[in-house]
């Protein structure tokens, strides 16, 4: 199992930029398929952002594509979204998850993090 807690969220004016970092526990971190995800107020969770197990994979949703950067460290057990050009619509808790292979269902999850982008 693997424990997820996200960080780096905040209040930031549209155009700003967020770096958010989630650590996980345990020692298998590199063996996970890992996560973001977003769920604005009254909205469903979203797909953001994911990376292969040893980074050299990445996907990202549409609306952030060009804007938003997922990386990770595997030996500091640590997946990063960078948040560039944010805009008021990108507004929602951030969380973050992990998955093994080949499950595509995401099993563990953050418990969020809140980005706020003002207009």
Partial sequence: QVQLVESG??????GGSLRLSCSASGRTFSAYVM???RQAPGKE???VATISRNGDTTAYDDSVKGRFTISRDNAKNTVYLQLNSLKPEDTAV???AAR?????????WGQGTQVTVSS
């Fill in 9 to 14: 969220g905040g209040l930031v004016q549209a």
């Fill in 35 to 37: 996560g973001w995800f």
């Fill in 45 to 47: 969770r979203e797909f």
């Fill in 94 to 96: 951030y969380y973050c």
């Fill in 100 to 108: 093994t292979v080949p499950s595509s269902r995401y099993n563990y």
